[in-house]
């Protein structure tokens, strides 16, 4: 198929739709609005199931029902309806059912606004849920991107178990670009969903229950350590990161989604200034690409992380980076978005940028 | 047309400014060049400016934010006046002459106002401003075959306003023809 120009969000939806979704469920948000609209349409044509439900908390309630019934279902929000789903969303990742979330960045916190931002890393990563749960969360820096891990979301979601969070910000959402929906899907060898709560006709003898209570402590603790076990699994397999440019760079850079873009922009301008910069784009954000940071030379002055917010994945980076380089920051946030010329001066000007 | 060209288009909501831009990044989609298509978009877009960026490109395109456009088409005054201090050195501003009266002093630019208004009036309905502009810029440009740009207005305006291609078309030539007998000083 040639490629077509389709919106950030419209196209997430259609990606999901080819990527084999039976059912939404949601409830509006701005910067994201084209998501369920889209679907709105054309699940109910393909006799899918598209809900708008009263509620955020409503929605991964619907989500944590029919997946746990087997189905490939996804629901979609920005920052503060995000925000209202953790608490489904640990009960979905500890009752281990596959789903698929997006989720389109807004500036924050509170209600903020519905310029593009990356203020939801800590989100994303870390939790607004309880307990010991990990997501599989990608961070796309473009409409083609998404797609193509679109695609692929419900079998990593299928394959794991395990909520998929498809995190994208304002600007990914609403701008339009020239995209291809037919690039190749990776492959995989998807289980049996035996566990599916489909009533005992389908499993005669057997009773399937979708639960993320275990009262017995020893019990919870095992299910904690199968989990950890699980995501160490996703770690080896999953952990997705692109370099540019690392042969003997002066700095690197550590960027993704949009910034990443705008990055690479300024990478070219240094570049014509006669001074070299590499990238390390994380591709997912959870698992987090830790290793690509040995293969930063010692002779490199600095790494600078840039983020659309005012320093979130820089935990990440000084994690990552154990130390070994001096850490400089760069941030806009609440929907200020950067030119690469900002990039340049941030690099140009490193030893003002230090934090560690 | 070689490397990308970064476009800013504004103007009040209503005047065809965003349907002005996705038209250029669909051209770019169907000549199987790389287009990039954002609006502003929020409150920003109610009363006051409403913009987008466009990126036409023969490679991928990395930042879809830019600091300088090579071009920008102004519908009103204040987006004239906004963004004209951000149009590199050798790019070209065009602006709506019917409402800009006075043309922007100290233009190092090619700069043209084109009365698109009154020319879309004289074609019989105002609401093809936008594509004499289009035929305007495409005249200095030289960005799109007029072939590529009726196949995607065409595909825009579908089946149900499908009477309206032959306007659309005659604005586009409208715009051309001004621009043709224009004296425009190069920059």
């Keep these: ?356 | 047309m070689n490397s990308a060209s970064n476009i800013k288009v504004a103007g009040f909501g209503g005047q065809g400014v965003m349907m002005f831009g996705q038209i250029l990044a669909y051209s770019a989609t169907k000549d199987e060049l790389f287009g990039l298509w954002f609006p502003s978009y929020g409150p920003e877009t109610r009363g006051g400016t409403a913009n987008c960026s466009v990126i036409v490109s023969n490679e991928e395109i990395n930042s879809p934010i830019f600091k300088n456009s090579d071009h920008l088409v102004a519908f009103n005054g204040p987006s004239l006046e906004k963004f004209k201090k951000n149009v590199s050195p050798k790019g070209l501003i065009l602006y709506n002459s019917s409402i800009i009266t006075e043309a922007p002093k100290g233009c190092d630019q090619t700069c043209l106002g084109v009365p698109i208004n009154d020319i879309a009036i004289e074609l019989g309905n105002a609401k093809v401003a936008n594509m004499v502009m289009m035929g305007a810029y495409l005249e200095l440009t030289k960005m799109f075959s007029d072939e590529t740009i009726l196949a995607v207005v065409k595909k825009i305006l579908g089946e149900k306003k499908a009477h309206l291609l032959e306007l659309n078309e005659k604005a586009l030539e409208a715009g051309k023809a001004f621009v043709r007998n224009a004296s425009i000083s190069y920059a």
């Excluded at chain 1, 939806?13 to 084209?34: C, H, M, R, S, W």
């Excluded at chain 1, 850490?327 to 990039?343: A, K, N, T, Y």
Aim: one cysteine or more; aromatic letters at 6%.
């Design chain 1, 1 to 356: 198929m040639a490629k077509v120009l389709m919106k950030g969000n419209e196209a997430l939806a259609l990606a999901a739709i080819k990527g084999g979704v039976d059912a939404f469920y949601g409830y509006p948000i701005t910067p994201q609005n084209e998501v369920p609209e889209y679907l709105s349409k054309h699940l109910i044509d393909a006799g899918k199931v598209f809900l708008q439900a009263e509620s955020e908390v409503a929605a991964i309630n619907m989500v944590y029902g029919a997946a746990g019934a087997g189905k490939r279902v996804m629901t979609s929000s920005s920052s503060p309806g995000i925000a209202l789903k953790q608490e489904g969303i640990s009960y979905i990742a500890a009752a281990e059912l596959p789903c698929v979330i997006s989720s389109v960045m807004r500036g924050g916190p509170g209600l903020g606004s519905i310029q593009p931002a990356q203020g939801d890393y800590y989100q994303a990563t870390r939790g607004g849920g309880n307990g010991d749960y990990k997501l599989i969360v990608y961070a796309p820096e473009s409409i083609q991107e998404t797609i193509d891990i679109m695609k692929d979301a419900f079998n990593v979601a299928d394959f794991y178990r395990n909520p998929v969070l498809v995190l994208i910000d304002g600007l990914i959402g609403q701008m339009m670009e020239s995209v291809d929906f037919d690039r190749p899907v990776k492959e995989r060898k998807l289980p049996v969903k035996d566990w599916a709560t489909t009533g005992t006709k389908d499993h005669p003898g057997r009773r399937n229950v979708a639960n993320s209570l275990h009262i017995d402590a020893q019990e919870l603790e095992d299910q904690n350590i199968h989990l950890q076990e699980k995501y160490a699994l996703i770690a080896k397999n999953e952990t997705q990161h692109e370099m540019i440019n690392m042969e003997n760079p002066d700095y690197v850079i550590v960027a993704y989604g949009t910034m990443a873009r705008i990055c690479r922009s300024a990478i070219k301008e240094l570049k014509a200034k006669g001074i070299s910069v590499g990238m390390i784009r994380p591709i997912t954000l959870l698992p987090y690409p830790k290793l690509a940071f040995n293969m930063i030379p010692e002779t490199t002055k600095g790494i600078l992380c840039c983020e659309l917010s005012m320093g979130q994945m820089l935990d990440d980076v000084l994690i990552s980076n154990k130390g070994r380089h001096k850490v400089g920051f760069f941030g806009r946030s609440g929907g200020m978005l950067p030119d690469p010329s900002e990039i340049v001066d941030a690099i140009e000007n490193f030893s003002d940028k230090v934090v560690e």
